[in-house]
């Protein structure tokens, strides 16, 4: 009886309710929306700053960003603690919006603003890992699928608040609605439970190579450049993200310069706009990935991937 008991408390604790990780999703995009163009907004208008002043935090912030997302990608994909990178990346999100609220002025909102670029750096690979502990392999695709949907709704949702906060209030008080949403996005983490996460699977180690007997070992940087597809596709989101990245904040500066008081709707607006069409995007894709044709050469084919055999060298064998 008391192994029936046993094994009845590990499996309830095993379980996994997809609903959590669509929750996550759903507020992290929230206490990430609240920021970035917002506070382009909120600097040019009721602060006064220059738009050299906000280039200056802004361009600081952002390579920073840079320079620290591979070692948080590597660290993410280490730790066994993945739930808990999450919280604290939240936790100092938060932190760093009430100081932007409470003190805005150069240097407290340079760091501040540091701070929150070298966590925003946490989210991305963490959520990709949980996804990939807590899902099959043949579930993949229409899980990440989801996983974007969610999260273009939660900026749709933010968007849609912090608009009429900003409106109604100032557009000072959007950032006191980044803390709400990191308690809620953290009450969202913890609902899953720790012991549903494959934590091997979660690193691809639990996948067998073709041919080999014994679980694979976790591939090194050399797999970014080995592999030619790999390569490709990362020159031509580094292209698209010089192209697109810059647009919304100077969007921003330019609609707060003209319309002070409205400027905070519009930058909703824009924000809106853009999610809205990208939602049904992430759920098609999700859903014909397999069907039409996802490239399964970005991990070493298995005898288990619903990809089938890979034709291409896998990553870790690839010349280049």
């Not at 609902?191 to 549903?196: D, F, G, L, R």
């Amino acid at each position: 009886m008391n192994d029936v008991a046993s094994q009845a408390a590990e499996g309830f604790e095993r379980r996994f309710n997809p609903l959590s990780l669509d929750a996550v999703n759903f507020l992290l995009a929230d206490v990430r929306g609240a920021l970035g163009p917002y506070l382009n907004v909120f600097l040019v208008t009721p602060q006064h700053w220059t738009q050299s002043e906000v280039g200056w935090i802004t361009t600081v912030g952002g390579l920073i960003g840079i320079a620290v997302q591979t070692p948080i990608g590597a660290a993410i994909d280490e730790t066994r603690a993945k739930r808990g990178a999450v919280i604290l990346a939240l936790v100092v999100l938060a932190m760093g919006a009430i100081v932007i609220f409470a003190l805005p002025t150069f240097w407290p909102v340079a760091i501040a603003n540091s701070l929150i670029s070298v966590v925003g750096d946490v989210y991305g690979p963490a959520v990709a890992a949980l996804t990939l502990g807590l899902s099959a392999r043949k579930q993949l695709a229409r899980r990440m699928g989801r996983n974007s949907a969610f999260d273009h709704a939660g900026n749709v949702a933010i968007a849609l608040l912090a608009g009429a906060v900003g409106y109604v209030f100032s557009q000072r008080a959007v950032f006191l609605l980044v803390p709400v949403f990191a308690a809620a996005a953290s009450l969202a983490v913890l609902s899953i439970p720790a012991k549903s996460i494959d934590y091997n699977k979660a690193r691809d180690l639990s996948e067998k190579r073709e041919g080999e007997g014994s679980p694979a070992g976790a591939a090194g940087y050399g797999v970014l450049f080995k592999s030619r597809p790999l390569v490709i596709f990362g020159l031509c989101m580094m292209l698209f993200h010089f192209a697109n990245a810059p647009l919304l904040p100077l969007v921003g500066q330019k609609l707060a310069a003209a319309f002070p008081k409205e400027a905070t709707a519009m930058m909703s607006a824009c924000i809106i706009a853009a999610q809205i069409v990208m939602l049904p995007i992430a759920l098609l894709v999700g859903r014909t990935a397999d069907t039409w044709g996802a490239n399964p050469c970005f991990w070493p084919a298995s005898p288990s991937c619903p990809c089938g055999p890979c034709s291409t060298p896998s990553p870790t064998t690839a010349s280049g």
